[in-house]
Nanobody, 121 residues
Framework: QVQLVESGGGLVQAGGSLRLSCAAS????????MGWFRQAPGKEREFVAA??????YYGNSVKGRFTISRDVAKNTVTLQMYSLKPEDTAVYYC????????????????WGQGTQVTVSS
């Protein structure tokens, strides 16, 4: 089992920045891919970003504004978000698993509880 705990969500004005962190514990050798997804009210959960074997991947809506990084030794993954927009408002979830392609939610075995990000206009 792998436990994922997110932190760093909150309220920010449009144009601002936020940093989300996810700490993994347990059988972390099974976390080949670590990713972030988000779900806004009334919408389906969507892929945001992922780290897999040293490579990074981004959803089209966040490309150029968000940066994902992973500290393998500490078993953490971080999502640095810049130039936030009101449409970035959502619950952000950390996920881990063997996922490939990285945007496929079915490839993630473990999910965090989510952290709320609210961007005001």
């Amino acid at each position: 089992q792998v436990q994922l705990v997110e932190s760093g969500g909150g309220l920010v004005q449009a144009g601002g920045s936020l940093r989300l962190s996810c700490a993994a514990s347990g059988r972390t050798f099974s976390t080949d891919t670590m990713g972030w997804f988000r779900q806004a009210p009334g919408k389906e959960r969507e892929f945001v970003a992922a780290w897999r074997r040293g490579a990074t991947y981004y959803g089209n809506s966040v490309k150029g504004r968000f940066t994902i990084s992973r500290d393998v030794a500490k078993n953490t993954v971080t999502l640095q978000m810049y130039s936030l927009k009101p449409e970035d408002t959502a619950v952000y979830y950390c996920a881990a698993g063997p996922a490939w392609p990285v945007a496929a939610q079915t490839g993630y075995n473990y999910w965090g509880q989510g952290t709320q990000v609210t961007v005001s206009s």
